[in-house]
Nanobody, 122 residues
């Protein structure tokens, strides 16, 4: 079984920074895509940023230029550096690991973390 463990959320003033971390624990052969999503109260879950195993990235327009995703494949860990935070960034941030294979011949499946709260005060 694979579990995603997130950390790094908290309360920060507008303009501040936070760094989120997500480690995939368990028997893992490979992870195709690691990413971050967020959900604010009353809203649907939305994409923040993703990164493939070879380093291709994708960002939501709302965070481009402020957030940076990175990953350490050897540690099965993804990071989200968030700078220039705004009150509208307040949400529960979820880590996602997509197409996780536990062996070279297994089909991939999708995993989600429990979420870490980010609150930005004005």
């Amino acid at each position: 079984q694979v579990q995603l463990v997130e950390s790094g959320g908290g309360l920060v003033q507008a303009g501040g920074s936070l760094r989120l971390s997500c480690t995939a624990a368990g028997r893992i052969f490979s992870i195709s895509v690691m990413g971050w999503y967020r959900q604010a109260p009353g809203n649907q879950r939305e994409l923040v940023a993703t990164m493939t195993a070879i380093g291709d990235t994708n960002y939501a327009d709302a965070v481009k230029g402020r957030f940076t995703i990175s990953r350490d494949n050897a540690k099965n860990t993804s990071y989200l550096q968030m700078n220039g935070l705004k009150p509208e960034d307040t949400a529960l941030y979820y880590c996602n690991a997509d197409r996780v294979r536990t062996t070279p011949w297994s089909s991939g499946r999708d995993y989600w973390g429990q979420g870490t709260q980010v609150t930005v005060s004005s």
